[in-house]
């Protein structure tokens, strides 16, 4: 199976704070891969790494077998990777379907190609009726769902999904999970995430990576993981870790 | 020792131009608003003192308390109307505000004063004292004193009372500041009054050594940009350093090269601190 | 994205081009003549301004450089004006890379003011150097063209600029380049998630904005027969330049004709009353737009604008 992202003992120092200490996982191709861990551990910092937001201090970062590592965010996308940001940063005075557009540029070079593969994008996220709504009028599920829209658009092989779940009721939720399930329907073959719902991680993912303070502390299938003892240590502190108190 | 002249010169001019940056550090390090208008303000100002004199009598340096409560009043009313509307809004649309306020405030003058050159003689000010071989006009020296006494008042303000703890509150997070009882708005109002109030006054201080007329402003606001950036952005205390800096510059260029040249130094002073050191020379944020 | 049908852009350029040949009052004319070629300024500014989103207030730079190289160069190296203007226009650009390249690297109040700065540097330096630019008194431009009918062909003349800045224009409006623009305008970061490189991005906007800014220069220097660092490098025609586009409609391809046809005759007006309004009337555009039409005069007509006005504030803060 190809690896279609490796990041190997990548560091990074924010002048006292060491962000990521060396920390190495892959995606394989296919994979739903999440990164879990306590708030604080680090896990935007890879994403922002992997796109190229901040530069790593040391190690290797490789997509589809490529050197990535300290490209800009805009090579990263054009090779790609595709990502939603944490907090949803839409075009806002653009319509919904111009933001996607702006994805669908990258491959389309007239305004019609580009719009229709757009409309195509839209109609697979449940927007397509609000293709000509500006975005600063979107509720913020719909504006979460434009956001991984516009990801889809760029061409993306493997998508990087930050926090995407975060402030929507279990309803839209649900919606967001099965489309991830649909997305090899647009070329997504692999998808990486960060995530606190656990539910959503247990039913997603099929490998987990847990992070604190910046280091790995544990990676496997979810079932695994949760049930690990430095990880529990890591969420909930030594008094939980099963098997009594150290 | 003429070296020393231009060094002490300098310095008594840079004492003005603390106040000027320092109202615009204020208003900037608690609005991250950046203020086009405030050479027009500081123009205005100069009316103050200029019919403040011509009229009544009233010596600028003596009665610019009430001009700087005048321009307060009006700084307050500005933000009430208009500047208020666009606190949440794009840098972009804030420039364009604020420029278009200078601009109508410089353009009414012209209409009101009319757009000559106009002068206050005020005896003491020409009078020259010497120590030793140097020689200083007595009306720069009053005018660095009330400038300086002024921005030792606003930091003794800042750090003292309890307005000055809102304002600095709101400096470092405007988010979190409503959480702690504090009423952003009206802080930004008082915040934006001050700031111009700094400038009027400066204007006032200004006129006995200088002249006024309508377009006097412009070079102003641009200095203090240029001293707010050397100091660090929103340092009301970086501010006051810079502005010696600044003035201190200006006469060293004036005295080694020439006097024309003086605002092209300015320029690329700004434009080096801004790309190789932007966080000032004296480094820092927070009024 | 215009819904206006083809035929009333042509009906427009047809009346304007033909105007010499039915109005004969040549205060109209030349009134006219000052609304072409500040509209042209406008939407040079556009690209930059308005559809990429950065407030340059140093655009009189290149409308200087395009005025004195075409004096300059028919002055000392007795060239042919008309070579003067391509000078003016290749300078601009040489000049748009230099500038951009240090002030793009500046974000929001301190990019504005690092354009007032060059631009400033570039006045200053001009003013000074009496020798090769005639400092602060200026001097003659040259003719463009030759009498009789100056008026009449001057007009002409600005024609086919417009006419080219409208066109360019309208290819940026609706081309894959003018999206990313926007797209750096609205939000930088999430721009580059979508494959755009903001950094080349911008100085590919600049350079056409400064070249056709540059060739406005030269033909308003030479309408008025006279180059001076207080006519072509006067910081209020860098303000005008954002004015006329803002108030128009920024991000539009009519926006900047429609504002400098509002700002022009207002401030026509208004002078034949008082002398001296000419600041009061911009001032007061400025606050206007900027307070109740964000959008410009020209957001009065669009649907898409009302939209907006439920949403929320305009360019608001991320």
Redesign the interface.
Known sequence: MARILEFEKVSKRFGGLLATNEVSFHVDEGEIVFLIGPNGAGKTTVFNLITGYVKPDAGTIRFAGQDITGKEPYQATRLGIGRTFQVVQPLPALTVRENVMLGTFLHHRRRADAAARADQVLEFMGLRARADQLASGLPLAQRKLLEVARAIGTGARLLLLDEVMAGLNPREAEEVVALIQRLPEFGITSVGGVEHIMRIVMSLASRVVVLDQGRKIAEGPPAEVVRDSKVVEAYLGTRFVAGGAR | MAFLQAFLNGLLVGGVYALIASGMALIFGVMRL?NFAHGAFLMLGTYLGYYGWTLLGLNPYLAFPLWGAALFALAVGTYWL?VR??M??????????T??????????A??TFG?DYRQINLPVAHRITSVGALHFSVGYILSFAVSVALVLALRQFLARTEMGRAIRAVAQNRTVAPLMGIRVERVSAITFGLGIACAGVAGALLLPIFWTNPTVG?PYT?KS?VIV?LGGMGSVQGAALGGLLLGVAEQFTAYTW?D??A??VN??L??AV??FR?QGLFGGKGA | MSRLPWWPTVVFFVALTSMPLWMHDGYILQLVFRVVVFAVLGIAWNFVGGYAGQLSLGHVAYFGIGAYAMTLSTERIGWNPWLGVVLGAVLAAVAALLIGSITFRLRGPYFALSTIATAEIIRVLVQNQDTLTHGAVGTNAPLLFQAPDLDAKFFFGAMPLLGGAFALATWIHTSRFGYRLRAIRENEATAMAVGVNPAVDKLLALIPSAMVTALAGSMYASYFSFVGPDTVLNIEISVQAALIAMLGGAATVWGPILGSIVLTLTAEIFKNYFEHTHLVVYGLLLVVVVVFLPGGVISLFQRRWRFRRQAGPVGARQ
């Not at chain 2, 949440?88 to 505000?97: C, H, P, V």
């Not at chain 2, 420029?99 to 410089?106: C, T």
Request: glycine share 12%; net charge negative.
């Open positions: 950046v208009l509307r666009v949440g809004a794009s840098d972009f649309l804030q420039i364009l505000l420029e278009g306020i200078g601009l109508v405030l410089i353009g009414a012209q209409l757009a412009g641009l940009f950036v020439a024309r040249y605002e092209v320029f690329i700004f434009l801004l790309l932007p």
